[in-house]
Structure formats: C-alpha cells, structure tokens
C-alpha cells in the first residue's frame, strides 16, 4: 500500500510538472497513433481479402474439385 501512494505521488508530480499544453499535444499525438494503427490494421485485412480472392480466383478446376465437400463418386 505504501509503495502505491508513492508511485501515486511520483505521477502527480510529474504531472504538475508538464505543462497543459505539453500533455494535449501527448494525448493528440497518442490519438493520431491509434487512428493510425487503426487504419493499417484495416489496409492488411482488406488487403489479405484481396490476395485470397485473387488466389481462389486463379484456382485450377481440379483444384476446386478436391476442396469440394460434394461426394463427387455419387454423380458419375
């Protein structure tokens, strides 16, 4: 418990330090990073859709065949 208040104490202080200016910028700064992250998280997903399309797109028919669930034997 003593060691919490201390860390507690450290963190005020250091915030009373920095000024209101200085600590907006940080948390805009951090905003803009997670919209950031965000968008490239959203490009890779898009992107591997694309690349799967792409790759079920240029299959060969023998291909689709053995990924097939019909029991093909039945129609012959």
Sequence with gaps: ?????????????????????????????????????????????LQRIEERKEKEKNKSFEELLEESDLDWQKYK
């Design 1 to 45: 418990m003593k060691k919490h208040k201390k860390e507690n104490d450290q963190n005020w202080e250091i915030r009373g330090r920095i000024s209101e200016d200085v600590l907006a910028k940080l948390k805009k700064t951090a905003e803009v990073m997670k919209k950031q992250e965000a968008e490239t998280a959203e490009q890779q997903r």
